[in-house]
């Protein structure tokens, strides 16, 4: 069967930990184990994630006592899209929820229901910059 639209762990942990990273001192790098309590997840997961995070440019890392990750660009350059679509790949559009087409030609008992929430969704991720989340929670 198909699914909705759905946000992994690691594509959340990607998320939160690139917001903790955003929200710190450019050129202080913060450690996996220091955002794995912050976040209170696994020092394992997220190293993994940072692992995917690096290769795809969005963070450096520094070894040492004093490492750890900072973007490799500024929060207001870095959209969610490429955050999410780094850890699981391109958004994609779902078209059944079986996965194949039962309603034939007849109408979907959906109706647009699915393509509207894919696009919500893509809209937004391909909009909403990493800043802007940030700022977001700042004012709340």
């Known amino acids: 069967m198909s699914r909705l639209f759905r946000i992994s762990d690691a594509a959340n942990l990607a998320i939160h ?82 996965g194949h087409p039962v309603c034939k030609e007849r109408c979907c008992v959906l109706g647009g229901l699915l393509t509207n929430v894919h696009s919500e969704v893509h809209k937004y991720f391909t909009t909403t910059r990493l800043s802007d989340v940030c700022d977001a929670l700042r004012r709340e």
């Not at 692992?51 to 870095?78: C, E, H, M, N, W």
């Open 17 to 98: 930990a690139m917001m903790l990273l955003a929200s710190a001192d450019a050129a202080e790098p913060i450690s996996v184990a220091v955002m794995s309590e912050r976040l209170g997840v696994s020092r394992a997961h997220l190293a993994k994630v940072f692992q995917r995070l690096a290769k795809a440019g969005l963070v450096s890392s520094t070894r040492g006592p004093q490492g750890g990750f900072v973007l490799t660009r500024p929060a207001d350059s870095i959209m969610l899209a490429e955050i999410y679509e780094d850890i699981e790949g391109p958004i994609q559009a779902v078209e059944c929820l079986l």
